[in-house]
């Protein structure tokens, strides 16, 4: 099965919960133009280490979006544990004086994509989400995900036809 997946950086997004239980926020992680770069490397690199098949990519300051296959809602759980925190390692890595600072919050939210409608639907979301942030983060946002981050996932994801016609060979 296929889910378009979305989760945010550390303090990015104030949830319900935090306002009923009248949690402070920090200061959120605002991702530059090359952090999202090294993000989604980071991503796409954690995928293919522990053979998770993510078909459609996008990130943006505050969040990330993709599309991912998983089986189970267990092995997505799993799944987005590795990707988030590959990246989150590299990001600590590259930010020697701020590792106690966290990337992402810890949850995540998730859909799974049912039919073919749901998938397109889904893939040209991901693939323009940037365009509906960039009068939020300017249009060097534009720039970023169009000259980098797309051609990247691009030559990185694995094709739906491929998830699907050979599913024992990943996620």
Same mark, same amino acid.
């Given at each position: 099965?296929?889910?378009?997946?979305?989760? /945010?950086?550390?303090?990015?997004?104030?949830?319900?919960?935090?306002?009923?239980?009248?949690?402070?926020? #920090?200061?959120?992680? +605002?991702?530059?133009?090359?952090?999202? +770069?090294? +993000?989604?490397?980071?991503?796409?690199?954690?995928?293919?280490?522990?053979? $998770?098949? +993510?078909?459609?990519?996008?990130?943006?300051?505050?969040? /990330?979006?993709? $599309?991912?296959?998983?089986?189970?809602? #267990? /092995?997505?759980?799993?799944?987005?544990?590795?990707?988030?925190?590959?990246?989150?390692?590299?990001?600590?890595?590259?930010?020697?004086?701020?590792?106690?600072?966290?990337?992402?919050?810890?949850?995540?939210?998730?859909?799974?994509?049912?039919?073919?409608?749901?998938?397109?639907?889904?893939?040209?979301? /991901?693939?323009?989400?940037?365009?509906?942030?960039?009068?939020?983060?300017?249009?060097?946002? $534009?720039?970023?995900?169009?000259?980098? $981050?797309?051609?990247?996932?691009?030559?990185?994801?694995?094709?739906?036809?491929?998830?699907?016609?050979?599913?024992?060979?990943?996620?």
């Amino acid at each position: 099965m296929l889910w378009l997946l979305t989760f /945010v950086t550390h303090n990015a997004r104030v949830s319900e919960r935090m306002k009923e239980y009248k949690v402070r926020r #920090g200061n959120p992680v +605002v991702l530059t133009s090359q952090e999202q +770069v090294r +993000v989604a490397e980071a991503i796409l690199d954690a995928a293919e280490r522990h053979h $998770i098949a +993510v078909s459609a990519l996008n990130v943006l300051p505050a969040h /990330v979006h993709l $599309i991912i296959a998983a089986e189970s809602e #267990g /092995v997505l759980a799993e799944n987005v544990r590795k990707l988030k925190g590959y990246s989150a390692h590299l990001f600590r890595k590259s930010h020697p004086s701020t590792t106690d600072t966290k990337l992402w919050a810890p949850k995540f939210n998730r859909r799974p994509l049912r039919d073919e409608s749901a998938l397109t639907s889904a893939t040209h979301y /991901v693939y323009q989400n940037h365009l509906k942030h960039a009068q939020q983060w300017g249009e060097a946002l $534009i720039e970023t995900c169009e000259q980098h $981050i797309r051609p990247l996932v691009d030559s990185r994801c694995v094709p739906i036809a491929e998830i699907f016609g050979d599913s024992t060979a990943r996620g």
